[in-house]
């Protein structure tokens, strides 16, 4: 649990007893390469810091499988679409090689909140710091050539393509695997 909390302390400090609550509501689960965490049409209910590996949100269109985004160690990964409308959600969490997550459950966490202002402070952080992501993202997309996304997408995380499958690279930057292979001669 401490790197889930040192990973707190980026966004807002919480008590002792508040770290203890969440402490509470919290499981370390191991997954295999490959293993979904949560399957397409799954109503996510909890929120997951990947401790060790790495995963990825994807969904399929027409067929193709497109990936959404990455999570590496050190960092936050949900459905949060399903889980704050309660919906299933129409995407799914897949890691990427062996991975160590530590399972928030969402709906404790949830009632923890009354209990402790700091708690849905920090969560309130948190989400606010994804969605800011999520624009980022987005406009990425709208505003930047393929070529400046895979630079942008390097900087942020430089072993990417030691870890990540290329189609997975490709489809995450919205782009064949035959124009990144083109992107990558240039280099």
Known sequence: MQQLFQYFKKFNTVPPEAEAAIASICAIVNLEKNEELQPIGHTCKTIYFINKGLARIYYYKDGIDITESFAFENSIIARVESLFTGKPSRKAIQVLEPTEVVAINAGQLF?????????????????????????????????????????????????????????????????????????????
């Open 111 to 187: 009632k923890l909140y009354d209990r402790f202002p700091e708690i849905e402070r920090l969560f309130r952080k948190i989400f606010e710091a994804a969605y800011v992501e999520t624009v980022n993202r987005i406009e990425g997309m709208q505003f930047h050539t393929a070529e400046e996304r895979y630079r942008a997408l390097l900087n942020e995380a430089p072993n990417i393509l030691m870890r990540v499958p290329l189609k997975y690279v490709a489809s995450y930057l919205g782009i064949t695997q035959v124009s990144l292979s083109r992107i990558r001669s240039q280099r």
